[in-house]
């Protein structure tokens, strides 16, 4: 008995060294991963948004981590769209993940243009209010979706 338990945990320790994403609640986990990543990233943003409002990081300092936050909401955007979901609860639940995600590129790109200074875009305090709220909602969807499985 003492052996199968060791097994498991070096198992365990492998999976967590070799970086493997667990398949943990399947479409639905999928989903909740997806949206706590997009979650972080607009936490980045915000926090990039800070940073810049405060004087304490430059335009293009500012930018580059809101463009990696960008590719990353692109990735988890396209993970989601190709993602095979079975019922028409998983379906739903990708549907919402899909405009939570939408809304959480808007944001991005939002502040993007707002540190970037392009014509007619928000300020930086708006940029950054939209960032957080978005950010806010895609937490609140994560860990309603997490309840579902």
Known sequence: MRLVGGVAGIALVCELLSGCVSTAGGALGDLTRSTESAASDLESVSL??????????????????????????????????????????????RSSTLSLLDAALDAGIRAKEAVDGVRGASSVTAAHDQAKRTADRLQSWSTRLEKLW
């Open 48 to 93: 990039a948004l800070s940073l810049y409002s405060d004087d304490r990081a430059t335009g293009a300092v500012t930018s580059t981590a809101i463009d990696d936050a960008i590719t990353d909401l692109s990735s988890e955007q396209q993970t989601i769209n190709t993602l095979t979901v079975g019922d028409s609860r998983e379906h739903r639940a």
